[in-house]
């Protein structure tokens, strides 16, 4: 839905979507899945793959059993809605569009996480976090979060200050035939199967995976910064390798999502800082720069060539972000979510919230909501 789907078909393909939450609701409240979601979770022998894949079903079990049926779709049909306008109305830069759905979202959220809420929880914060990585806090990572921000915030001057010292190089405009000629080299290196998968184009770069054999892909494209859409290929491609190299019993038992998005996330970054911005990767990205975007790369120094992957420049855009400060980009979006889900924010109130942070943090002033909160 997100990169084929005609405008026309969103609202019926959503209602289908609302079908199939209905029947998984209805396996989900069976009293003979419930028993055997329970005698795996009994096993003496349970593996860790096993015991994530019954905690994510016993999610499901607990929540209707806490929740009526009729609201839980609800609240489904409510998160789909508003990723479905959030893409119509980012475009055009309409938030109070927008709002209304997402308010609904949000609302929903907090239900839920409230009636999720597990002893040791201090907040339903807690509870959201839970569902992807099991055990963690948010005053966890409050303790972590916060050195990080106050060693970047110093950092980041002294940064800019040698960067300055040496002449930036010109980034040059590139056709998107182009970029896109070199993001599939950047998949080949990868060793990304395009005979298991495929790349399009979204507004937001993800990945999703089907089954072993299907891991997709997506990435945006910029025609004044051909970086911004390399790199998020190499990231996506790094999701997508873990999934393409699953064992297929994985698959057969439904254990190919038991990792936690932390873990999920790891190797994507792997592939995107730790080898695909280090020293050692440069001379290889510059013969394929080369090859698939412009010649002149070949005659380019290669730490002149290093420099320009590695500029640091405070954005307002995540995903376009330096190495350096992508994380206060997260610590941002932390922040404001973990108060939202609290109660301590508003919908409403994100905008400005969302201006100012990225003002005290990165030096940044925000243009609009499309650039920011949306």
Same mark, same amino acid.
């Given at each position: 839905?997100?990169?084929?789907?005609?405008?026309?078909?969103?609202?019926?393909?959503?209602?289908?979507?609302? $079908?199939?939450?209905?029947? &998984?609701? @209805?396996? =989900? +409240?069976?009293?003979?899945?419930?028993?055997?979601?329970?005698?795996? #979770? /009994?096993?003496?022998?349970?593996?860790?793959?096993?015991?994530?894949?019954?905690?994510?079903?016993?999610?499901?079990?607990?929540?209707?059993?806490?929740?009526?049926? $009729?609201?839980?779709?609800? &609240?489904? @049909?409510? =998160? +789909?809605?508003?990723?479905?306008?959030?893409?119509?109305?980012?475009? #055009? /830069?309409?938030?109070?569009?927008?709002?209304?759905?997402?308010?609904?979202?949000?609302?929903?959220?907090?239900?839920?996480?409230?009636?999720?809420?597990?002893?040791?929880?201090?907040?339903?914060?807690?509870?959201?976090?839970?569902?992807?990585?099991?055990?963690?806090?948010?005053?966890?990572?409050?303790?972590?979060?916060?050195?990080?921000?106050?060693?970047?915030?110093?950092?980041?001057?002294?940064?800019?200050?040698?960067?300055?010292?040496?002449?930036?190089?010109?980034?040059?405009?590139?056709?998107?035939?182009?970029?896109?000629?070199?993001?599939?080299?950047?998949?080949?290196?990868?060793?990304?199967?395009?005979?298991?998968?495929?790349?399009?184009?979204?507004?937001?770069?993800?990945?999703?995976?089907?089954?072993?054999?299907?891991?997709?892909?997506?990435?945006?494209?910029?025609?004044?910064?051909?970086?911004?859409?390399?790199?998020?290929?190499?990231?996506?491609?790094?999701?997508?390798?873990?999934?393409?190299?699953?064992?297929?019993?994985?698959?057969?038992?439904?254990?190919?999502?038991?990792?936690?998005?932390?873990?999920?996330?790891?190797?994507?970054?792997?592939?995107?800082?730790?080898?695909?911005?280090?020293?050692?990767?440069?001379?290889?990205?510059?013969?394929?720069?080369?090859?698939?975007?412009?010649?002149?790369?070949?005659?380019?120094?290669?730490?002149?060539?290093?420099?320009?992957?590695?500029?640091?420049?405070?954005?307002?855009?995540?995903?376009?972000?330096?190495?350096?400060?992508?994380?206060?980009?997260?610590?941002?979006?932390?922040?404001?979510?973990?108060?939202?889900?609290?109660?301590?924010?508003?919908?409403?109130?994100?905008?400005?919230?969302?201006?100012?942070?990225?003002?005290?943090?990165?030096?940044?002033?925000?243009?609009?909501?499309?650039?920011?909160?949306?």
């Amino acid at each position: 839905m997100a990169t084929a789907c005609p405008e026309e078909a969103i609202e019926s393909q959503s209602e289908l979507i609302n $079908e199939q939450d209905a029947e &998984a609701a @209805k396996i =989900f +409240s069976s009293p003979d899945f419930i028993s055997k979601v329970e005698a795996l #979770t /009994n096993l003496p022998s349970i593996s860790k793959e096993e015991k994530r894949l019954a905690d994510s079903l016993s999610f499901n079990i607990t929540l209707l059993k806490k929740m009526p049926l $009729e609201e839980y779709l609800k &609240a489904r @049909k409510a =998160f +789909s809605k508003s990723n479905e306008m959030w893409r119509k109305f980012k475009e #055009t /830069n309409q938030f109070s569009e927008w709002l209304p759905y997402w308010k609904e979202c949000i609302a929903y959220a907090r239900k839920i996480d409230k009636l999720m809420m597990k002893e040791g929880m201090e907040s339903p914060y807690d509870s959201a976090l839970d569902m992807y990585e099991p055990g963690e806090r948010s005053k966890d990572l409050d303790r972590i979060f916060e050195p990080i921000k106050d060693c970047i915030k110093t950092l980041l001057p002294m940064v800019l200050e040698k960067q300055s010292r040496f002449p930036k190089s010109e980034i040059k405009p590139y056709s998107i035939d182009k970029q896109r000629q070199l993001a599939y080299a950047i998949l080949s290196w990868e060793k990304y199967d395009l005979s298991k998968g495929c790349m399009r184009e979204s507004m937001h770069p993800f990945t999703t995976d089907i089954s072993q054999n299907d891991t997709r892909i997506t990435t945006n494209y910029s025609v004044s910064d051909w970086r911004n859409a390399l790199y998020s290929e190499i990231h996506e491609a790094g999701h997508a390798l873990e999934f393409q190299n699953k064992l297929q019993e994985m698959y057969d038992n439904y254990l190919e999502s038991a990792n936690t998005a932390g873990i999920c996330e790891t190797h994507s970054r792997l592939y995107e800082n730790i080898i695909g911005r280090s020293l050692e990767f440069m001379p290889t990205l510059k013969k394929l720069c080369a090859e698939n975007l412009d010649p002149s790369f070949k005659e380019m120094d290669i730490m002149d060539f290093y420099r320009l992957i590695n500029y640091v420049e405070p954005i307002a855009n995540r995903c376009d972000s330096d190495e350096l400060t992508y994380s206060l980009h997260i610590i941002i979006r932390y922040e404001i979510e973990r108060d939202l889900i609290n109660g301590l924010i508003e919908c409403e109130d994100v905008p400005v919230i969302w201006k100012n942070k990225y003002k005290e943090y990165l030096g940044v002033d925000v243009p609009n909501d499309r650039e920011g909160c949306m």
